[in-house]
Every structure is written in structure tokens, then in C-alpha cells.
């Protein structure tokens, strides 16, 4: 079956250690995202990459870094420069950007 | 510039009644738009999607939503309320042609009482 894995679904670190999240997809599309999730506040777009070796920040990239090195493959880096890192990280993907997007599991990450 | 506005942020029902969750959109262009599911600690589902044929559209797990342009609104109904409906739900916003990125809304938590 075709989909998205995230992993690992519960994440603890201490602050001001870097952590990466993955996200691996067999569903041959060509864009992917990282959203943040908040109680109450929706999802926000992180980063987004249309086509390998290439992405774009989206509106809270700040204390975030990713990578695109494979079509399959999109890890968010979480630095110690995000703020207020705990929270519920959502990996997309679509066949083009603002279609229909599939979503993973989500990584509930926590920072203490 | 684009918005999506979900005008309740808690709907509670009793299983067997109908649902109504209620979403205004705000767009420059012709927008795709979208409502998604969510259930504790998962990922979005795909519930169903307007994208300018059909004005009425059926999604999954007997959804459905109607686009009304003249509202600006696109609300999500059901005619009975199952209790594996509890969850949340989001609608969004593809604004039209390049003009930026999926606009979510707040989201919408549905409690289902038996």
C-alpha cells in the first residue's frame, strides 16, 4: 500500500538539542510539506519542496531546516534555535503543489 | 488575500441527528476547497473536495458540502451523526492558479453524544 511514514511517532529531547524527523513517502509525488500543529491554531506550513534538491519556507521556517535530497524522502530538522519546539509535526504530499495532500501519522515531538 | 474562517470551534450532536459544520471562505479566484479529518494523534484524511464542477459534493463516510459562492460559505453536513464521526475537521483553501499555499482553518472539534 502507497502512503506516508513518520517516524518516530513520540519524540523527547532535551533544550537546545537539534533533532531530525522523518518522513519517507512511496506514493511517487512530486511535492511534499511540514506542517506544525497546535491546539487550536490549525496547521501551519513549515516548509514545502515541489521537486528534489529544490524547497521553500513557508510562514514558520524560523529555528527549522530541511532537506530533499531523494524524491521519497523529506526530514525536518527541529534546532535549538525554534523557541517553542513541543508539538504535534505533520508530514504531507501531493502530486502538485495545492492539490489534494496526503498526509502521515504525525511525530508528537517533546522538548523539555 | 485568502482566508478560511470555521465559524464554530466545538460542535456537539447526538448520534442519529445531523451535522452541520460551518466554513466562509475568503478568495481573489476561483478556489479549490477541501475538507479533512483528523482523529486523536493521526494524520489529515481527505474527506472531499469542490474544485468548480458540481456545486454539491459527496465525500466519504456519507459527507457531503455544498458551495455556495454568493455566501462565500462551504459547509460540511451529514445527515446522521455516527459516533466514529467524532474527530476534527478542517476546511481549506487552495487559493487559484500560483497564488500561494493551502489555507487551513482552525479547525472544528465534533463530539457525538450517544
Known amino acids: 500500500d502507497g502512503g506516508i511514514t513518520q517516524s518516530p511517532k513520540y519524540l523527547f529531547r532535551k533544550e537546545g538539542q537539534n533533532v531530525t524527523l522523518s518522513c519517507e513517502q512511496n506514493?511517487?509525488?512530486?511535492?511534499m510539506y511540514w506542517y506544525r500543529q497546535d491546539p487550536g491554531q490549525g496547521l501551519r506550513l513549515i516548509y514545502y519542496?515541489?521537486?528534489?534538491?529544490?524547497?521553500q519556507k513557508g510562514d514558520i521556517a524560523e529555528g527549522y531546516s530541511v532537506s530533499r535530497e531523494k524524491k521519497e524522502s523529506f526530514p525536518l530538522t527541529v534546532t535549538s534555535a525554534q523557541k517553542n519546539p513541543t508539538a504535534f509535526y505533520l508530514c504531507?504530499?501531493?502530486?502538485?503543489?495545492?492539490?489534494?495532500?496526503?498526509f502521515g501519522n504525525g511525530t508528537r515531538l517533546t522538548v523539555t | 488575500a485568502q482566508s478560511v474562517t470555521q465559524l464554530d470551534s466545538h460542535v456537539s450532536v447526538s448520534e442519529g441527528t445531523p451535522v452541520l459544520l460551518r466554513c466562509n471562505y475568503s478568495s481573489s479566484y476561483s478556489p479549490s476547497l477541501f475538507w479533512y479529518v483528523q482523529h486523536p494523534n493521526k494524520g489529515l484524511q481527505l474527506l472531499l473536495k469542490y474544485t468548480s464542477a458540481a456545486t454539491l459534493v459527496k465525500g466519504i463516510n456519507g459527507f457531503e458540502a455544498e458551495f455556495k459562492k454568493s455566501e462565500t460559505s462551504f459547509h460540511l453536513t451529514k445527515p446522521s451523526a455516527h459516533m466514529s464521526d467524532a474527530a476534527e475537521y478542517f476546511c481549506?483553501?487552495?487559493?487559484?492558479?500560483?497564488?500561494?499555499?493551502?489555507?487551513f482553518g482552525k479547525g472544528t472539534k465534533l463530539s457525538v453524544k450517544p
Open positions: 481549506v483553501v487552495s487559493p487559484g492558479g500560483s497564488q500561494g499555499n493551502l489555507i
Open positions: 519542496s515541489q521537486i528534489v534538491n529544490d524547497f
Open positions: 504531507a504530499s501531493s502530486i502538485a503543489k495545492n492539490s489534494p495532500l496526503h
Open positions: 506514493l511517487n509525488h512530486d511535492a
